[in-house]
């Protein structure tokens, strides 16, 4: 257990649909962030949060969103759902600014649209 | 064009054949670099950092060493339980940046 969670594990919807990804950081960890993972792109960023403020965008459409509560837990909405959106996605979080500390990632939730 | 270029994207080791796996990087300087270990279905694991030029670090049967544009991971008498995708993240250096991953070396140990 890497001390990160996430919720569901596993999500298969409708296209169209709206989803929302729960993560819950490591204790003490303030920066959160989001990935999306395919077959063929990798791990590509998608946000992330710094004690409830957004500090960096990648590449994340408009489609989705995302916010860090005031207990450090953060979502990711997901809407208007398309077969191409279906991927892991993973939340991943970081205790202090300094290169040396690493991520830690949690064990991700698989959303298959269909 | 990739920041963060992994090489090869997979490799088939027989036990006890030691490899090495790379990754090389385009932008001048760093503020960190990163190697993990992904499970299939899971999470990527940590498994090292690395800030300059020369630096190295080990783990059991894992090296990994850095140079200006590229670092490498040293796979010593690889194990089948050592069969994963590895990846390579990239911390640059300007501003807020989040990690930049490569697409991964998928390695398989055949007993």
């Known amino acids: 257990d890497s001390g990160v969670t996430q919720t569901p594990k596993h999500l298969i919807t409708a296209t169209g649909q709206r989803v929302t990804l729960r993560c819950s950081p490591r204790?003490?960890?303030?920066?959160v962030y989001w990935y999306q993972q395919s077959l063929d792109q990798g791990l590509q960023f998608l946000i992330q949060y710094y004690n409830g403020e957004e500090r960096a965008k990648g590449n994340i459409l408009e489609r989705f969103s995302a916010q860090q509560f005031p207990d450090l837990h953060s979502e990711l909405n997901l809407s208007s759902l398309e077969l191409g959106d279906s991927a892991l996605y993973f939340c991943?979080?970081?205790?202090?600014?300094?290169?040396?500390?690493?991520?830690?990632f949690g064990s991700g939730t698989r959303l298959t649209v269909v | 064009e990739d920041q963060v270029t992994q090489s090869p994207e997979a490799l088939r080791l027989q036990e006890g054949e030691s490899s090495s796996l790379n990754c090389s990087y385009t932008?001048?300087?760093?503020?960190?670099l990163f190697w993990y270990r992904q499970d299939p279905g899971k999470g990527p694991e940590f498994l090292f950092t690395l800030y300059s030029a020369g630096e190295e670090k080990e783990k059991e049967r894992l090296k990994a060493t850095l140079t200006k544009k590229e670092s490498f991971l040293h796979i010593t008498a690889p194990k089948p339980e050592d069969s994963a995708t590895y990846l390579c993240a990239v911390q640059f250096p300007s501003g807020n940046t989040p990690l930049v991953f490569g697409k991964g070396t998928r390695l398989s140990v055949i007993a």
């Open positions: 932008v001048s300087g760093l503020r960190g």
């Open positions: 204790s003490g960890d303030l920066s």
């Open positions: 991943a979080s970081r205790g202090g600014t300094e290169p040396n500390y690493g991520y830690t």
